[in-house]
């Protein structure tokens, strides 16, 4: 099944995480600059919660909030489990904790592995009334470079199917949220080839695509036609990988 291929994947990938989350803490960083909100939490959840650094910087703008850290893959967890007031492994589409109990639901770059209306409906079940929602994910120009190049090669998936963000506003909006804001960046990381981009991706966990991935190795032909045509987007600072960020805050 698919979401235990993708936890696995997250699960063997936590010891070399940090090194290649380059654009995963950019991102968190700027999910934290976009949260303006008039009360500090006093209780917060980080759903997807990595290897912690979202819960670091939560906690460098409110030291006093109790942080519940939440992940389904428990290698990711053991390294995180310092950051937080308490922690546990467990899927974000259905937390094992009771309702209202959350002042802050903050997930940062895990969204994309789950179904948005499920993950978003417990979002609201375990927020207190007028608690708030601060999300990243994301959007379909995601890897656009890597489809690109893969596309003449074969007829395999090479991406997750992203969603558009007016679909992650419809989400929050059928589940119940209110106030809510989107905003969207491309963020770019540069490599100085297409092994090292690919290394990069497998070394955060997030190779796995769903249904119609390629299971096997490419014939040295077939790559030889990837990596050119993925040279085609080559620029001063090396082959780019385009992460189309989507961003969404709003309220219960
Ligand atoms: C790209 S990492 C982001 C981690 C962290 N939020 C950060 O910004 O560094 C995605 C994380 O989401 C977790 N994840 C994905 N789907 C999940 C789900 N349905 N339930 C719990 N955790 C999930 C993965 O195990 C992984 O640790």
Not at 81 to 95: G, V
Request: contains cysteine.
């Amino acid at each position: 099944m698919l979401k235990q291929r993708v936890r696995a994947a997250f699960d063997r990938a936590a010891p070399t995480y940090d090194a290649a989350a380059i654009v995963q803490r950019r991102v968190c960083d700027r999910l934290l600059d976009a949260l303006q909100i008039p009360d500090a939490p006093q209780r917060i959840i980080d759903a997807g919660c990595g290897t912690g650094y979202g819960a670091r910087r939560l906690r460098s703008r409110w030291a006093d909030a109790h942080i519940t850290g939440v992940d389904f893959a428990p290698s990711m967890l053991e390294l995180a489990r310092q950051d937080f007031d308490a922690c546990f492994t467990a899927d974000i589409e259905k937390l094992p904790c009771e309702d209202a109990l959350f002042d802050l639901w903050w997930s940062s770059l895990s969204l994309q592995w789950c179904d948005a209306g499920i993950a978003f409906g417990e979002a609201m079940r375990v927020l207190k009334t007028g608690g708030w929602l601060a999300v990243s994910t994301l959007g379909p120009a995601t890897f656009h470079e890597l489809r690109h190049a893969f596309a003449g090669v074969d007829h395999h998936r090479h991406t997750l199917s992203f969603s558009e963000a007016d679909a992650i506003g419809d989400a929050l909006g059928r589940a119940g949220f209110r106030n809510i804001v989107l905003r969207r960046e491309r963020h770019i990381v540069h490599y100085p080839d297409l092994k090292s981009l690919l290394r990069a991706v497998k070394a955060i966990g997030a190779h796995n695509v769903g249904e119609g991935g390629r299971a096997g190795m490419l014939g040295r032909h077939a790559w030889q036609n990837v990596e050119a045509a993925y040279e085609h987007f080559r620029q001063a600072d090396g082959l780019p990988a385009s992460y189309d960020v989507i961003f969404a805050c709003a309220q219960k």
